[in-house]
């Protein structure tokens, strides 16, 4: 019977959630588990909260309470959970090799179908659950409501570069200087105003055209075919970084293919539960780069990377599609691991065709002295899931005279995890905050990074510093090209 009032919104019974659970949650890989507790230690929000519950091992005890049915997943389970950043640094460290990143998606799956909505249960519960998150700021939006309004847009990537056009324009024609200077904006939340001021130029060309083809050969001895992932969030606000790994891409040795079908690779929906979407971007990238017939596919984000190479694992039970979605993941490579693979930068010398008469280089090359201090921020998705963070700082060792300091922790989380900052502000901003006192300690004066979502929290982190004149922070392929290039 449908509800009398189609504003009041219906929420699910308690019981309904927890037998949902039961029966979604892998019950063998909660019992993997021995409670060691190993993974503790690299879980920043039991780092920074010191609560068991926030930690790797309490999550899954929590799940497990809730599949033998010893507790209700009530607002204080999903708090938890949601409260989880999804950084996989405790799988890495667990002698047991339990999937948490499995669990999790499990759980948020199951919580996206089934959202606990009422307003009083959240401030009972919020009041006892000891967490310390409490604003109602800091509650996560109605994520089924959030992916229906951005679905359109991430679903075609068309879409995507002509809704940019409006962020451009709002940068480039003074719009944005004269919101700043009359205040605007200032009824948005911190975080959001504090985003709004750090995002870079937006291009709402994205590399295909940018490049102005979707094939470009190889330069000298051809090694392989690349099919480049654009990505969505990169091929916008970091086009310059999608156009320099084309670069380098081809001084390899790779043809490189731009699918034009390629789309958004579903991290954003698959993340915070809504599989059903994740794995319609899915086929529609296996169907795309499966047309172009390459031998590799490039990523030059760690969070997509990872959400690509597990599509075999998110497509596992599809008959149809999972032998594809296998050879697919198998294809996936960084562009740190590409780059290696190659003769070319084995002795490292100038590039004076092609790539050198690119506007941005005397630009970006200009914007900091030679001197530089450089440290490096891993990406969790890139080191955690795709095990490739080592690529990164060896392609790095191959650059002369650099000046690299390691970054105490940086296989830590720097509390970007998506949209994570958004929705848990609060607990973002405490892990960067520590993140920026071992970034200081460096005396590094660029900050190297991985993925679009690290850049700009890093990004907020300077200037929550207020180092934007000491500190730089940049994409590796960017830092690496402008190295090359001279
Ligand atoms: S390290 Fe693994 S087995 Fe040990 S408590 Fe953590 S998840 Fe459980
Ligand atoms: S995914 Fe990250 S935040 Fe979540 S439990 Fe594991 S280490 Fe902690």
Same mark, same amino acid.
């Given at each position: ?206 590399? &295909? $055209?940018?490049?102005?083809?979707? %094939?470009?050969? !190889? #330069?000298?001895?051809? +090694? ?6 654009? /990505? ?49 971007? &899915? $086929?529609?990238?296996?169907?795309? %780069?499966?047309? !172009? #017939?390459?031998?590799? +596919? ?6 997509? /990377? ?49 790539? &050198? ?8 090359? !200009? ?120």
């Amino acid at each position: 019977m449908s509800s009398p009032n189609p504003k009041v919104e219906r929420v699910p019974s308690l019981l309904t959630l927890q037998q949902e659970l039961t029966k979604q949650l892998d019950y063998n890989e909660l019992m993997n588990c021995m409670r060691c507790g190993f993974c503790q230690p690299s879980c920043p929000t039991y780092q920074e909260t010191g609560i068991e519950a926030a930690s790797p091992r309490g999550r899954i005890a929590l799940m497990k309470a809730v599949a033998d049915g010893v507790m209700e997943p009530d607002e204080s389970f999903r708090q938890q959970i949601n409260l989880c950043l999804g950084c996989r640094a405790c799988e890495p460290v667990c002698p047991s090799d339990v999937k948490y990143g499995q669990l999790l998606e499990q759980t948020k799956s199951v919580l996206f179908e089934q959202q606990l909505r009422s307003a009083k249960k959240n401030e009972q519960n919020e009041a006892a659950d000891g967490s310390g998150y409490k604003s109602e700021s800091n509650r996560p939006p109605n994520m089924k409501r959030l992916h229906k309004l951005v679905k359109p847009a991430f679903k075609s990537h068309n879409r995507m570069l002509s809704l940019s056009v409006l962020l451009e324009k709002y940068q480039r024609s003074g719009l944005q200087r004269y919101a700043a200077k009359k205040k605007l904006l200032r009824f948005l939340p911190d975080h959001f105003q504090t985003l709004e001021r750090i995002l870079p130029q937006a291009d709402s060309q994205g590399v &295909a $055209k940018r490049v102005n083809a979707s %094939f470009l050969p !190889a #330069k000298g001895e051809r +090694i392989g075919t690349v099919g480049m992932f654009r /990505g969505c969030i990169m091929d916008v606000l970091f086009t310059e970084t999608n156009v320099n790994t084309v670069n380098l891409l081809r001084e390899s040795g790779y043809d490189v293919v731009i699918p034009e079908a390629q789309g958004c690779c579903g991290a954003l929906f698959s993340h915070s539960g809504d599989l059903e979407t994740a794995r319609e971007f &899915a $086929k529609k990238n296996i169907q795309a %780069f499966a047309e !172009a #017939k390459v031998d590799y +596919i490039a990523s030059n984000a760690g969070g997509c /990377g990872a959400m690509l190479i597990e599509y075999d694992y998110l497509l596992k039970d599809d008959a149809e599609w999972w032998a594809q979605a296998e050879h697919f993941s198998e294809q996936i490579k960084d562009i740190s691991e590409l780059l290696l693979r190659s003769e070319r930068w084995k002795s490292i010398e100038s590039i004076d065709e092609g790539l &050198a008469d690119q506007e941005h280089t005397s630009q970006s090359r !200009a914007n900091h002295a030679p001197q530089d201090t450089i440290t490096y921020q891993d990406s969790c998705h890139l080191r955690n899931v795709m095990k490739a963070g080592r690529g990164p700082r060896q392609l790095l060792r191959l650059l002369p005279d650099l000046n690299y300091v390691e970054l105490e922790g940086a296989e830590g989380c720097c509390g970007s995890a998506g949209i994570y900052n958004l929705l848990q502000p609060k607990m973002a901003n405490d892990i960067l905050d520590h993140k920026m006192g071992k970034v200081n300690e460096t005396g590094a004066s660029i900050i190297l990074t991985s993925n679009p979502g690290c850049l700009l929290q890093m990004k907020i982190g300077v200037e929550r510093e207020q180092a934007q004149d000491r500190l730089k922070v940049m994409h590796v392929v960017d830092y690496f090209a402008e190295k090359v290039m001279k």
